[in-house]
C-alpha cells in the first residue's frame, strides 16, 4: 500500500512549513500549493514524494487544476488542509471594494472550489478529511477586520454545510478555530515585536493537532476546535 496523500492549499512559512513537517514525519506524500509555487526545504528535487505547485486560491479553476495535477503526481488526496487566506485588514475606510472581494475569495470561495473537486471521489471511498485554518475572526468582527471577518466567517459556515453533506459519507470536515498570533518571523518582527514567546501559539501544535484531527476515529469527530495560548484572553 503506498503513501496516503496530504494537499496544503496555503503552504508558505510558519503554519504552512509546520502542516508540511508534521504530515511527512507521519509518512505522508505531500502536494504544496501555493501562489509563489515554495518548495519545502528543498526536498522536491530527490524526494518524488513531496511536490510544489504554483496555485491561486482565488481563482477556482487554478485551484482545481493544481489539485488535478497532485493526484496525477501523487495518487489520489486523502487529506487536504485549506491554509489559504488572503489578511486584508483595515477598518471601512482603509479597505477597498476590490480588497474585500479579495479576501473573500481566497478564503471561502476557493475552499467551495477545492471541495467540490475533491468532495465526490472522497465521498465515493468512504474516506478522507478536509482541515481549516479558521480564525477567531470567523466568529466576531472588529474594527480591523472588515474584510478579514466576513471572509473567515463564511469560510465556517461553508465548513459547517459541507460536514453535514460529506460527513455522512465517510468524510470528516473539521474548522479549526485559531485564536492568537501565529509564532513566525513576521508577526515577531511586525506585528507584536515586544511580546514573550508565551503570547503566540507554536505552529507546529497546531499542526499536531491537525495531524490528530486527520487520524480521528468516525465513531468520535470533532467538526470544530479552537485552539489558543493559555496567556490568551478570550
Not at 512549513?17 to 519545502?40: D, H, I, P
Not at 485564536?179 to 505552529?203: K, S
Request: aromatic share 8%.
Amino acid at each position: 500500500m503506498g503513501r496516503k496523500v496530504c494537499a496544503i492549499i496555503g503552504f508558505g512559512p510558519g503554519l504552512g512549513v509546520a502542516y508540511a513537517e508534521t504530515f511527512n514525519q507521519a509518512g505522508y506524500s505531500l502536494g504544496l500549493l501555493s501562489r509563489s509555487g515554495a518548495r519545502f526545504n528543498g526536498e522536491e528535487a530527490t524526494n518524488t514524494s513531496v511536490r510544489a505547485y504554483e496555485c491561486d486560491a482565488g481563482d477556482p479553476d487554478n485551484l482545481k487544476a493544481a489539485l488535478t495535477s497532485v493526484q496525477s503526481d501523487l495518487g489520489l488526496i486523502d487529506v487536504l488542509i485549506y491554509n489559504a487566506d488572503l489578511a486584508q485588514f483595515g477598518a471601512l475606510e482603509d479597505v477597498s471594494e476590490l480588497q474585500f472581494e479579495q479576501s473573500w475569495r481566497v478564503g471561502a470561495l476557493g475552499l467551495f472550489a477545492a471541495a467540490k473537486a475533491l468532495g465526490p471521489q472522497m465521498s465515493e471511498r468512504g474516506s478522507g478529511a478536509i482541515i481549516v485554518s479558521g480564525a477567531t475572526a470567523a466568529l466576531r468582527g472588529n474594527v480591523w477586520t472588515t474584510a478579514f471577518a466576513p471572509s473567515k466567517s463564511a469560510q465556517r459556515t461553508l465548513a459547517n454545510a459541507l460536514a453535514k453533506q460529506l460527513g455522512p459519507k465517510g468524510v470528516h470536515i473539521a474548522y479549526l478555530v485559531i485564536d492568537g498570533v501565529i509564532d513566525t518571523e513576521d508577526t515577531r518582527t511586525n506585528f507584536a515585536p515586544n511580546e514573550p514567546d508565551e503570547f503566540f501559539i507554536d505552529p507546529q501544535h497546531i499542526a499536531e493537532t491537525a495531524l490528530m484531527l486527520a487520524h480521528q476515529d468516525k465513531s468520535a469527530w470533532t467538526f470544530e476546535l479552537d485552539i489558543r495560548p493559555f496567556g490568551e484572553k478570550w
